[in-house]
């Protein structure tokens, strides 16, 4: 059993930043492919970036590619960070920590191929 706590929401104007940390309860983290995923109200929850096990490989999606950065701490804290830059109002959602075991590279962008989510973080991006 893993249990995943986001944290670092907010409200922001547009352009500017904003850092989520997932702390993970996971002894062994390394195992596990990490996402993030967001919600905004009416809409289904949508795949935003994900990483690999050993970091060696990185997801976004297109709306979000060139602005955010997904990175994760395997050794020390147990977290994964998603960087976000150049904020617009359509990034305004709840943004999910997923996690998954084993290898992701095939199913990184589905909802259903992790089984192990966050309770939330809500970004607002005011224009």
């Known amino acids: 059993q893993v249990q995943l706590v986001e944290s670092g929401g907010g409200l922001v104007q547009a352009g500017g930043s904003l850092r989520l940390s997932c702390a993970a309860s996971?002894?062994?983290?390394?195992?596990?492919?990490m996402g993030w995923f967001r919600q905004a109200p009416g809409k289904e929850r949508e795949f935003v970036a994900a990483?690999?096990?050993?970091?060696?490989?990185?997801?976004y999606a297109d709306s979000v590619k060139g602005r955010f950065t997904i990175s994760r701490d395997n050794l020390n804290r147990r977290v994964v960070y998603l960087h976000m830059n150049s904020l617009k109002p359509e990034d305004t959602a709840v943004y999910y920590c997923a996690a998954a075991t084993g290898d992701i590279s095939s199913h990184y962008y589905i909802v259903a191929g992790y089984s192990y989510w966050g309770q939330g973080t809500q970004v607002t991006v005011s224009s």
């Open positions: 996971a002894r062994t983290f390394s195992n596990y492919g």
């Open positions: 990483i690999t096990r050993s970091s060696g490989m990185t997801y």
